[in-house]
């Protein structure tokens, strides 16, 4: 499936963005979806991931309650509401979507790299002090 994420830009700090992760080519809904940044230097981590059966969401360390993920089904995407943002959030964004086929792929979600099949191109996020 091919995505694309949008939303990325500078920002100062303590600012926010919306990032967006969409597709025309199927629908986001039967799909784990999940968001991972990477940092200058950095190796490339997870932020975020919602599950397509329940919409569970999952945060990795401190990212819960600065950023927030959400379906907007009226627009076939998912949504990564930052706040708080600060310089150490500068990285480049990726969308990812893995579409589950077993009972327990769809129970489960694997919210790391090795749990996704499809990557978006990624957005430049610049948080500037």
């Known amino acids: 499936v091919q995505i694309v994420e949008s939303g990325g830009g500078l920002v100062q700090s303590g600012g926010s963005l919306r990032l967006s992760c969409t597709t025309s080519t199927v629908s986001l809904d039967d799909y784990h979806v999940g968001w991972f940044r990477q940092a200058p230097g950095k190796e490339r981590e997870a932020v975020s991931c919602i599950d397509s059966e329940k919409g569970a969401t999952y945060y990795k360390d401190s990212f819960e309650g600065r950023f927030t993920i959400a379906r907007d089904a009226s627009k076939n995407s998912v949504n990564l509401q930052m706040n708080g943002l600060t310089p150490e959030d500068t990285a480049v964004y990726y969308c990812?979507?893995?579409?589950?086929?077993?009972?327990?792929?769809?129970?489960?979600?694997?919210?790391?790299?090795?749990?996704?099949?499809?990557w978006g191109p990624g957005t430049q996020v610049t948080v500037s002090s």
């Open positions: 990812a979507a893995v579409r589950p086929r077993t009972v327990m792929e769809k129970l489960v979600i694997v919210c790391d790299e090795s749990g996704f099949a499809s």
